[in-house]
Nanobody
């Protein structure tokens, strides 16, 4: 089992930046097998939306965040990150990190077994 805890959310003005962290704990072998790490977000009244993912050094982004957000992970610290620059009011949502091994569709939330509790990001105009 892998436990995930997000942090770093908050209130920021449009154009500002935030860095989210996702700290993983649990069995070392379980973490090693969860080599796909992703970020999703959920705005009020909407479904989970794919934001970004990383697997084996490759990165994937939603079109809406490409060029503004950067996903990374530090396996020595068992922590993933989402650097968010140029934030817009439409980025307001609860952000979740998720982890899994090999997934067929990296952008599908249903593919992930491990989830954090979420962290709120609010961007004011």
């Amino acid at each position: 089992q892998v436990q995930l805890v997000e942090s770093g959310g908050g209130l920021v003005q449009a154009g500002g930046s935030l860095r989210l962290s996702c700290a993983a704990s649990g069995r070392a072998d379980a973490y090693t097998m969860a080599y796909t790490m992703a970020w999703f977000r959920r705005a009020p009244g909407k479904e989970h939306e794919f934001v970004a993912a990383t697997r084996w050094g490759d990165t994937y982004y939603a079109d809406s965040v490409e060029g503004r957000f950067t996903i990374s992970r530090d396996d020595a610290k068992r922590t993933g990150y989402l650097q968010m620059n140029g934030l817009k009011p439409e980025d307001t949502a609860v952000y979740y990190c998720a982890a899994e091994g090999l997934v067929a569709d990296i952008r599908s939330p249903g593919q992930y077994d491990y989830w954090g509790q979420g962290t709120q990001v609010t961007v004011s105009s």
